[in-house]
């Protein structure tokens, strides 16, 4: 079955980074869209970025722009998102998550938390 699994989420300081990784089962990861999403309490979950087949057609949400880059690895079935110059507005849980058929997918989420 289809299975996404996070990790990476942590404790850091503003200013700081993180990479994100999202590891892909259950599909043929390398013919599918992927995209991060992050939901902060109180909040609904909204996409932040997304990546095509081979590296490109990346799009990001102007939060993140500039700030974050989504890349993927088609041979380990792995998406990453590297988060630079981290605020403490992007604390929130970050989701992996890809559309299959009529289907959505997520991961589980990995908890990122940007305080000093």
């Known amino acids: 079955q289809v299975q996404l699994v996070e990790s990476g989420g942590t404790l850091v300081q503003p200013g700081g980074s993180l990479r994100l990784s999202c590891a892909a089962s259950g599909f043929a990861f390398s013919q599918y869209r992927m995209a991060w999403y992050r939901q902060a309490p109180g909040k609904e979950r909204n996409v932040i970025a997304s990546i095509g087949l081979n590296n490109n057609i990346a799009y990001y949400t102007a939060a993140v722009k500039g700030r974050f880059t989504i890349s993927r690895d088609n041979a380990k079935n792995t998406v990453y998102l590297q988060m630079n110059s981290l605020k403490p507005e992007d604390t929130a849980v970050y989701y992996c998550?890809?559309?299959?058929?009529?289907?959505?997918?997520w991961g589980q989420g990995t908890q990122v938390t940007v305080s000093s």
């Open positions: 998550q890809t559309h299959l058929g009529r289907d959505n997918y």
